[in-house]
């Protein structure tokens, strides 16, 4: 029988929860109508999950916390990068039944897309010691940079439609369950990315007004 509370609790995970719980605040956010506050704990829900591999490889873990590790990974990016994005559409668009349509299938995907990549990750954990190069599908975390994007752009008038929500929960969606192969981002590529998010917090900060957060 373990001993303690059930689950690790080690600095290997901590960035994955951390992540999860600012993402169930920004739903929170949501359903108070506050999306802009929202949009930011997407971004830092998605630099979380950026970096919690990274941290986890710092450590000689067992086999248990290796599948661990996997599991409330893919638990957390459910939360933060599937219900969290398809609610906030959802919500934004006035509770619309095709708006609703739309996210329950988005969060289907992402359920797939996340489970699927469980699978292969054990099998290719127990072939070999070697971080992945590549994912298979459109990982879950593009919607972290691409929602806010679409958001400010709304925000600032380049879109006039709140359609442009619903195309792109439908495109990311889609490439969720595609069987085709992304390079997996190295060092620059990931700077790029903090890069981007930045940017798109000061676009949330400055160009929405700070009356906004």
């Given amino acids: 029988m373990k001993k303690g509370l059930l689950g690790y609790y080690n600095y290997t995970v901590v960035l994955t929860y951390v992540g999860m719980l600012t993402a169930f605040?920004?739903?929170?956010?949501?359903?108070?109508?506050?999306?802009?506050?929202?949009?930011?704990?997407l971004l830092v829900s998605g630099v979380c999950d950026m970096f919690d591999g990274k941290v986890a490889a710092t450590k000689v873990r067992d086999h248990n916390e290796k599948c661990f590790g996997i599991q409330i990974d893919s638990l957390s990016d459910l939360v933060s990068f599937g219900i969290f994005?398809?609610?906030?559409?959802?919500?934004?668009?006035?509770?619309?039944?095709?708006?609703?349509?739309?996210?329950?299938?988005?969060?289907?995907?992402?359920?797939?897309?996340?489970?699927?990549?469980?699978?292969?990750?054990?099998?290719?954990?127990?072939?070999?010691?070697?971080?992945?190069?590549?994912?298979?599908?459109?990982?879950?975390?593009?919607?972290?940079?691409?929602?806010?994007?679409?958001?400010?752009?709304?925000?600032?008038?380049?879109?006039?439609?709140?359609?442009?929500?619903?195309?792109?929960?439908?495109?990311?969606?889609?490439?969720?369950?595609?069987?085709?192969?992304i390079k997996k981002p190295n060092a620059l590529g990931k700077v790029g990315m903090i890069i981007l998010g930045v940017l798109e917090v000061i676009g949330v900060l400055f160009l929405m007004g700070w009356d906004a957060v």
């Avoid at 708006?99 to 054990?122: C, D, H, P, Q, T």
């Fill in 25 to 41: 605040m920004g739903i929170l956010l949501v359903l108070n109508k506050n999306f802009s506050t929202a949009v930011v704990c």
């Fill in 85 to 181: 994005p398809a609610l906030f559409v959802y919500v934004f668009l006035d509770n619309e039944i095709a708006a609703g349509f739309i996210a329950s299938f988005y969060v289907l995907a992402a359920l797939i897309r996340l489970a699927y990549f469980n699978v292969l990750e054990e099998e290719r954990q127990r072939q070999s010691t070697g971080l992945r190069t590549v994912y298979l599908g459109l990982p879950v975390t593009t919607i972290a940079l691409l929602l806010p994007a679409v958001h400010i752009a709304y925000e600032r008038g380049i879109f006039k439609n709140k359609l442009a929500y619903l195309v792109m929960l439908i495109f990311v969606m889609v490439g969720f369950v595609s069987p085709f192969e």
